[in-house]
C-alpha cells in the first residue's frame, strides 16, 4: 500500500512531465526537469533528486507509477488529507 503522503499526481504531455500545481508553492502546470522515460526508471528503482523549477525546493523520488510520484518523505501539501 503506497502511503498516500508521500504521493503526488503528475501528467505527461508527449516527453515533458509535469505536474499540475506545485506540492510546496502552488504554482499551476509546472514542467519538472525530467523525461517521461525516468519515471520506468524511478520505478525500476532508481532515485531521483527533482528540484522544482518554480521555487526550488527539493523532493527525493524513489518510486513512480502511471498516475503518482512517490517521494522519501511527506509532501508538505499532503499533511492533513480530507481532514
Ligand atoms: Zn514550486
Known amino acids: 500500500m503506497v502511503p498516500f503522503e508521500r504521493t503526488w499526481p503528475y501528467e505527461t504531455l508527449g516527453s515533458d512531465v509535469y505536474v499540475l500545481e506545485c506540492p510546496f508553492c502552488s504554482r499551476p502546470n509546472v514542467l519538472l526537469p525530467m ?3 525516468e519515471l520506468k526508471e524511478l520505478h525500476d528503482g532508481k532515485k531521483k533528486l ?10 527525493k523520488l524513489v518510486d513512480a507509477d502511471g498516475d503518482y510520484l512517490l ?12 481532514s
Open 35 to 37: 523525461k517521461k522515460e
Open 50 to 59: 527533482l528540484v522544482f523549477p518554480c521555487c526550488y525546493n527539493r523532493l
Open 71 to 82: 517521494a522519501d518523505r511527506t509532501i508538505p501539501k499532503r499533511k492533513n488529507p480530507l
